[in-house]
């Protein structure tokens, strides 16, 4: 796993109170992970906060599963 | 239209001098004081480098670490005292239609610490804004209202009072209102506050409020000593089940008290600073004797708002020899202040507590802390000083007043039919 999967992980189960297990590429945040759009909106701020980057709302809609923030935050992160 | 008649049934208490109703009972039939040196945050610098927190106080022990997060401390305390008191009450679903359960409940501040984080973040910044989703849901003063009835499932009338120290008796006369009004069968009500932060003592610190016995944090709260130089702040919560009486008796619920009467009044004077011949407490106590058409003489104890200001404590009694003129040396009157500290918008929910416990256990708690006496009191009056009094407790008069001139006072009686 990469450096960036690794911490994304560590996020979600801070900020969710989930387990490391559930924690799967293809787990939704709501649908899997027990997460509200306020938590989805902290998760997304805790990723910018952590990596550095500016993540555009309209590409933040396009984040849903763990999967997908992994890859977004591997291209975009600085 | 007849009023129905409203009862309390169930109890939650989380104070500085104890973390149940039993614990807290225990330490005002004692004369405990619930002050030590700050532990919140560093106060080296404060002028008050104390205050009365809530001892040994581990969120995880009633919440989920996520659950927990998204809660100021001033709504955790709500939700622990809810529970404590729901369960009291023995309100089991199918005992109650959850339409006709309300929520109102009080706090002065809100989510003081949550505010002060998150602008100390801000500040701290390069102007970027990146403030917590959660940040408004868990600062706003309402949310623990909220907060309940979701736990719950209560749907019924549900708000927030606001009125400085006196918020939690504005909820409990609301709730007393809309009771007898027929517009709900069960209100959960009753206050909380947290507001041992930085901006909390460095706030009241520059109003001259509180006390500054820095070597002394236990004797500081002494209400109507002669050397009296301030409040002492407290933090925690309070809940009160008021219930329709026929509601009650129909699931056997446990009873405690009959509340008998609300009063409201204002100073119309100064913002912080009582009225000096105590105009808007006078008021207020004739306002509720009004309300539950008894006699002043049938009043045998007043839990007075008594913070061991030196003003308020004075005018508060002037006007307690006004209302209840000879009859006043035949109460007993106490400030559990002396114990608790001031709770803010959450000392009207302990201190209604204090009043229906007193009437339970027939026992006037103290005025801890009296070493000095000041003339501007009557020595003919029974503060029931340092140590508890037992005596007939069958009606119990609460007071509180909050900045802005805010006044409320609630009637207590044993049930006695």
Not at chain 2, 58 to 85: G, H, I, T, W
Not at chain 2, 202 to 231: I, Q
Not at chain 2, 245 to 250: R, V
Request: glycine residues 10%; hydrophobic residues 40%; negative net charge.
């Amino acid at each position: 796993m990469s450096e960036i999967a690794e911490k994304v992980k560590a996020i979600i189960i801070d900020k969710l109170g989930v387990e490391e297990s559930e924690v799967t590429p293809e787990a939704s945040f709501t649908n899997d992970l027990g997460a509200d759009s306020l938590d989805t909106v902290e998760l997304i701020m805790e990723f910018e906060k952590e990596f550095n980057v500016s993540i555009p709302d309209d590409q933040a809609e396009n984040i849903a599963t763990v999967g997908q923030a992994v890859s977004y935050l591997e291209e975009h992160a600085k | 239209m007849e009023l129905k008649r409203v009862v309390v049934t169930g109890l939650g208490a989380l104070t500085p001098i104890g973390n149940t109703v039993a614990e807290y009972w225990n330490g005002l039939s004692n004369g405990v004081s619930g002050a030590a040196p700050t532990t919140r945050f560093d106060a080296g610098k404060f002028k008050t480098q104390f205050a009365c927190e809530v001892k040994g106080y581990v969120p995880e022990n009633y919440f989920d670490r996520k659950e927990a997060r998204k809660m100021d401390l001033f709504s955790q305390f709500a939700m622990v005292v809810a529970d404590e008191a729901v369960k009291d009450a023995n309100l089991v679903e199918g005992t109650y239609s959850p339409d006709r359960v309300g929520v109102i409940w009080g706090s002065g501040i809100g989510g003081l610490r949550t505010f002060q984080e998150e602008c100390v973040n801000f500040a701290h910044g390069d102007g970027t804004p990146r403030f917590n989703p959660f940040f408004i849901p868990k600062m706003i003063v309402d949310i623990s209202a909220g907060h309940i009835s979701i736990k719950y499932g209560f749907r019924g009338p549900n708000f927030s009072t606001v009125s400085a120290c006196a918020s939690a008796t504005n909820a409990l006369i609301d709730s007393f209102n809309y009771i007898r009004l027929g517009m709900a069968d069960v209100i959960v009500s009753g206050g909380s506050e947290a507001a041992v932060t930085e901006a909390g003592i460095g706030g009241f610190n520059a109003l001259k409020a509180l006390s500054e016995r820095n070597d002394s944090p236990e004797t500081a709260s002494r209400p109507f000593d002669k050397d009296r130089d301030g409040f002492v702040l407290g933090e925690g919560a309070g809940a009160l089940i008021l219930e329709e009486y026929e509601h009650a008796k129909k699931r056997g619920a446990k009873i405690y008290a009959e509340i008998i009467g609300g009063g409201m009044s204002a100073d119309a004077y100064h913002i912080t600073a009582p009225h000096p011949e105590g105009l808007g407490a006078l008021n207020v106590m004739q306002n509720v004797l009004r309300d539950a058409n008894i006699k002043p003489e049938e009043v045998d104890y007043i839990n007075v708002h008594g913070t061991s200001t030196p003003l308020g404590d004075v005018s508060e009694v002037k006007a307690i020899q006004t209302v209840f003129g000879e009859h006043a040396y035949k109460l007993n009157i106490s400030s559990t202040k002396s114990m608790t500290g001031h709770l803010l918008g959450a000392a009207g929910a302990i201190e209604a507590i204090a009043s229906i416990l007193a009437i339970q256990h027939q026992e006037v708690p103290p005025t801890i802390n009296h070493f000095t006496d000041d003339e501007s009191f009557d020595p003919g009056l029974n503060f029931t000083f340092n140590k508890s009094q037992k005596r007939e407790v069958k009606v119990a008069l609460s007071n509180t007043f909050g900045f802005g001139g805010h006044n409320t006072s609630v009637l207590f009686r044993q049930l006695n039919d």
